[in-house]
């Protein structure tokens, strides 16, 4: 994960307007949650909580900006644990060089990282650093792993769910051995990919599973892959859903942009901008989906679909990198070292276009034929013109002054 995070308080710190009963949203009250984290202390601090959240930072430096910068972070933790204060959630700061010792038990090798302890397990936060992302995250990470789906309803909630991963399996009971490996599966992805199991007939029949069958749900895909030869060990099931863990078609989302960012395809990213509560940008995203169906199988298309009102603080800062109006639907390619980018041209939000012109241009995105190189180029080329008009003027001031002297 990379040390240069969005940082956003995200839930509201300071205010002067008294809210109504039932909406009083947290303040932080000044109370010293969040603790230093020791080789001393870390025995006791882990068996205290369910889940231990810790922040590994640098040094803190003398330098003021990133003085405020920790502090800003340290509010947002503390906040945190204040609103979690209920739930068994622990919150600790481990010092990069005091605790150096510590970290490397640990596995920490990246300052500026926040990782969650749960059982044996570490998982990396890797989304933006805000109060309300970070509530919801460890929320999500204290239920079960696996949730079950018991009847109709639920069958209707679980298929609402499209933009997400998502796993399915159908066993005899909560004893059954291959339910308790799909469970084990669960847990090494919570609560990033979503695991579902059900133990009745009538949903099972409904939604086409076999006995200890598990299907695989993509994103945006109208029918799931059946994972071949059950039933399954648990390493099989983790195996299998590693390899099919970038769609061709991924959101992306507050709690894992930056695992998704640097999830790239040879150092680019085919990006989309669309508003899905845009008239615009939901036909957009239709389309979108209709090219990802069809190219489902190509392994070297991934469109990263990016919804401005999921990052309202990052829409300027997108407009200014990309030189695009994120009023309106666009796709690109992005390069992730230099944020250089090609946008295809939709001169009219009202005139969008087709799933087969969409597909044309990703096609010459993947064979090279449009690249972010080629726009360094014409910039160089620019630059090299601009040059060139400044030694003509040069040289044509040079012959008026030659002439001036012969008068």
Request: hydrophobic share 35%.
């Amino acid at each position: 994960m990379k040390t240069a995070h969005l940082l956003v308080v995200g839930v509201y710190l300071l205010t002067s307007c008294k809210a109504e009963d039932g909406l009083n949203f947290p303040i932080y009250d000044g109370k010293d949650r969040v603790v230093s984290l020791s080789e001393k202390n870390f025995k006791q601090t882990l068996k205290k909580y369910d889940l231990l959240c810790l922040y590994y930072h640098e040094p803190v430096s003398s330098d003021k900006v990133a003085q405020k910068q920790f502090q800003l972070k340290e509010i947002v933790l503390e906040l945190v644990a204040q609103v979690l204060e209920h739930k068994d959630i622990g919150f600790v700061m481990v010092d990069a060089k005091k605790e150096a010792k510590l970290a490397k038990k640990l596995g920490f090798d990246e300052e500026g990282s926040l990782y969650i302890l749960k059982g044996d397990r570490t998982i990396e936060f890797d989304g933006e650093f805000a109060a309300d992302v970070l509530v919801e995250f460890l929320l999500d990470l204290m239920e079960d792993p696996v949730e079950i789906i018991n009847n109709k309803l639920e069958v209707q909630a679980f298929e609402h769910v499209e933009d997400k991963i998502k796993l399915l399996g159908f066993f005899k009971s909560e004893d059954s051995e291959y339910y308790k490996a799909f469970h084990e599966a669960a847990e090494h992805f919570q609560p990033y990919i979503k695991f579902f199991a059900t133990f009745d007939k009538g949903v099972a029949k409904k939604l086409s599973l076999k006995m200890n069958e598990v299907d695989f749900y993509e994103p945006f895909m109208e029918e799931p892959i059946a994972i071949p030869n059950k039933p399954y060990t648990e390493e099989e099931l983790v195996e299998f859903v590693k390899e099919h863990q970038r769609p061709t078609l991924r959101r992306l989302r507050p709690e894992d942009m930056f695992e998704t960012w640097e999830d790239d395809l040879n150092g680019i990213h085919i990006v989309a901008f669309a508003e899905k509560s845009d008239p615009d940008g939901y036909e957009f995203l239709e389309i979108l989906k209709q090219v990802a169906r069809d190219n489902t199988d190509n392994p070297d298309l991934s469109i990263v679909w990016i919804d401005p009102d999921d990052f309202p603080l990052l829409t300027a800062y997108w407009e200014k990198t990309f030189k695009i109006d994120l009023f309106k639907p666009q796709i690109g390619v992005v390069n992730v070292t230099d944020a250089d980018s090609v946008w295809m041209d939709i001169p009219d939000d009202d005139d969008l276009p087709t799933a087969e012109e969409l597909e044309d241009w990703i096609e010459d995105v993947l064979s090279g034929k449009i690249n972010t190189e080629d726009d360094d180029n014409e910039d160089e080329d620019d630059d090299n013109y601009n040059d060139d008009d400044d030694n003509n003027s040069d040289e044509e001031s040079n012959d008026d002054s030659d002439d001036d002297d012969d008068e």
